[in-house]
């Protein structure tokens, strides 16, 4: 249900990949076991594990949280039952 009864909006946001302490100590960890460096184990990643993320780097907060304030303002009004990735294109997919 995306809709409460009582005016309650749902709606999803999925970012992938961000710009984040996680996503630093996962690759600082994959430089270490790689012996390279960070920006070689992010580029590594991103070729291996997310080829689909067209974009071709992580997102950056500043990137995710426009979307979260739209979603929470008067301007999302009609918005509901939608998930909102941020995800560079890392989910290979096209709505029809």
């Known amino acids: 249900m995306a809709h ?8 999803c ?3 992938a990949f961000i710009e ?12 270490e076991k790689l012996d390279c460096s960070v920006e070689d184990a992010v580029e590594s990643f991103l070729e291996e ?13 500043q990137e995710v949280a426009p979307v979260i304030a739209f979603l929470c303002s008067e301007l999302a009004s009609f ?3 939608s998930n ?10 096209m709505n029809l």
């Open 20 to 31: 984040t302490d996680m996503t630093d100590g996962m690759m600082e960890k994959r430089a």
């Open 79 to 81: 918005v509901t039952g």
């Open 13 to 15: 946001v999925a970012p």
């Open 4 to 11: 409460s009864g009582n005016g309650l909006l749902v709606n």
């Open 84 to 93: 909102w990735r941020v995800d560079g294109g890392a989910v290979g997919s």
């Open 49 to 61: 594990k997310r080829p689909y993320l067209v974009i071709g780097r992580r997102g950056k907060v």
